[in-house]
Every structure is written in C-alpha cells, then in structure tokens.
C-alpha cells in the first residue's frame, strides 16, 4: 500500500496545500491547521468559522508563497468567486506560517475542548480582507501548536494507559483534543461511494484528509486500523479514532454552496451504512484520526503496512489523543 497524496490546510476550513513530501511533528503535519477564522459576536465571545456553515469558504484557496525564498516562510490565500464579487479583495494575501507573537491581542475562544482556549489576534490589515471578501466582520486568529490539554479524568487515564505501550518514550506527555493531530483516508474506501451518486463522483478534497493510501482495493478495511508504519524511514501513526462526517462534504467546492443533486446528498446517502461507530451513532465514517509518535519526512509513494489492527470497530468517547512532544529520528 502506498501514500498517493499529501495535504496540510494551514487555515480551518479553507482550501488545503498538496504537497510531495511532509514533516510529522507533534501537531501532525507541520503548518497544519494553525490557523482560524473567526465570526465576532455583538457580546464580546467568537464563534469559529466552518465550512459547513459557511460554505463560501470554500472559495479560499491556500498555496506556498512565490514571492520568498523560503517557500515555507509565508502562504497565499486567493479567493476565488465563481463569478466577480460585488465587493471584496480579490488580490490574493501573504500570511506568515509563523508569526511573530511579540505584540498581538490574546483572545480566548473554545477549542481543542478548553471553552477559554488562547489564540493570537493577528494585524487588522489581514482580518480587513477576510471581512471584505466575506462581506462581514471576520477576525484572522493564530492557534500556534494547537496541543490540546491536559486532562486527569477517567476518560483520559483509560487513553493514557493503553496508549503508552505504542509509543517510543513511555514518559511522553499526552494530551486531548477536540480534533486529532492526523487524519488519513484511503482511495479505495472513497471509490466505494462512487455508485451511490448516480454519474457523479465523491470529491476526495471535501473529506481534508492529511494523508491518503490507495487502499489496495480493500473499501473500508482503515476502520480497523489501529497503527500504521512507513517502511522506509519506520514511522508510525497510531490510529485512535473515527473520523465522524458532518454537513461540509454537501459543499460544492467550486461554488461555496451547498451543492445540489447526487452529490448534495452525499451525508445523507453514506447514513445507510457508513454509521459504524457507536458512540457517534448517528453520524457516517470516513477516515481514521491518529498522532504520529516520531517525527520525520514523509513522501508521495511512501509505502505503507499496517503494523497493528484492532478486532473491533473503536468507539468515539470525547476526546482525542495527542503527543506534547516528538523527537525527529535519523535517516
């Protein structure tokens, strides 16, 4: 089985960046979703932005910077209306995958389970173009490692017990999320919804997976994944959890609407047998959530086996877990 693609959004919600290679780090894939959107409330508090809300998000597409020498010191975003905007900045904008943090504001919104998680404001200028494409206040916030927290409960002494055993450093902190570090899906699982939207096709970029395997012809068979290993370099991604699908694959990418016909109906048409997870009882499957436990680069046509696989479908129970901390090995 081999890696056929490569995909990190450096903007929730936005449009992703397909890349040849890749860096696990402690976040996941570096530069991924660092940032957010946000929707000022007349009290005070900001709702995060989502695509399958605001479909229109669908319309902002992310790429690496040509105008520095160091492709990962900045990213593009361009907005791409299907038909010229009425208002808006349609010049595309510059923005820092890692931006000094000397002086912005500290805001606090809910995230990553934590309702007063801290995120860094950043310059007016680049939320003033958000807002004018949107045609609505928007604010551009940093969300940096974006680690989870830490947590003592019994949920998380169940995770951390049969964790430790998978990872290289018995001793590493973990934390929990809201949303896993990783995700990967597999190509043959997606051609399997093929037929279920008459003449049209399932579009793979509306589930953002980080990684895709061709599947081998297998449909389905990542539900019962529970650790993965690259075997050149003998990286793994431990695989925890479902990833539970939502109101965002409607979207008609193209259009930032809800899309119509076969493929509007997608979430509704995977409910017949896709609602595999007990503790998300009423919600489809695609997709595997995971933490890498070592850091290092990753590469289209990597290969790929499965080196651990559970007997059971795993149940979602709230959280998700993460490393703090991965040390990079040696090639």
């Known amino acids: 089985m081999k890696i056929t693609q490569l995909h990190v959004y450096p903007i929730k919600s ?13 976040q996941g894939l570096a ?35 040509a105008l520095t020498e160091n492709s990962w010191s900045h ?25 000094n943090l000397d002086s912005p504001e500290r805001i606090n919104i809910k995230i990553h389970t934590d309702p007063t998680y801290p995120t860094y404001r950043m310059p007016d200028e680049m939320s003033k173009w958000f807002s004018e494409c949107f045609g609505f206040p928007v604010i551009l916030a940093y969300l ?15 995770w ?11 001793d590493s902190a973990i934390n929990f999320s809201d949303s896993a570090a990783l995700l990967l899906s597999s190509e043959s699982s997606l051609e399997d919804l093929h037929p279920r939207l008459g003449g049209e096709k399932a579009v793979l970029e509306k589930f953002r997976p980080n990684i895709v395997v061709d599947g081998e012809g297998k449909a389905w068979d990542e539900d ?29 990418l ?11 109906s997608l979430l509704k048409k995977m409910m017949k047998d896709r609602r595999i997870d007990p503790g998300h009882k ?25 080196s651990r696989r559970n007997k059971e479908h795993t149940v979602w129970n709230g959280v998700m877990p993460r490393l703090t901390h991965i040390d990079e090995i040696a090639v």
Request: some cysteine; glycine content about 10%.
């Open 14 to 26: 936005l449009r992703g960046i397909s890349l040849p290679t890749a860096t696990f780090c402690a």
């Open 160 to 170: 951390i017990s049969s964790i430790k055993p998978l990872i290289p450093k018995p």
């Open 31 to 65: 530069y991924d979703r660092r940032y957010i959107l946000l929707k000022p409330s007349a009290n005070g508090t900001y709702k995060n932005m989502f695509v399958g809300e605001i479909p229109e998000m669908a319309l902002f597409h992310c790429k690496l910077s």
């Open 254 to 264: 193209d259009r930032g609407k809800m899309g119509v016909g076969e493929s509007g």
């Open 282 to 306: 009423w919600t489809p499957v695609f997709g595997r959530y995971g933490f890498p436990t070592q850091g290092g680069e990753i590469r289209v046509g990597d290969e790929v086996v499965v």
């Open 144 to 158: 940096g490692d974006g680690l989870g927290i830490n947590m003592e409960n019994e949920k998380a002494k169940s």
């Open 224 to 252: 019962f994944w529970g650790e993965v290993k690259i075997v050149r370099n003998g990286l793994k991604i431990v695989l925890t959890s479902n990833c539970t699908r939502c109101t965002s694959i409607n979207v008609d």
């Open 75 to 99: 990213f593009t975003v361009d907005y791409r209306p299907p038909s010229p905007p009425a208002f808006g900045q349609k010049n595309p904008i510059e923005i820092p995958f890692s931006p």
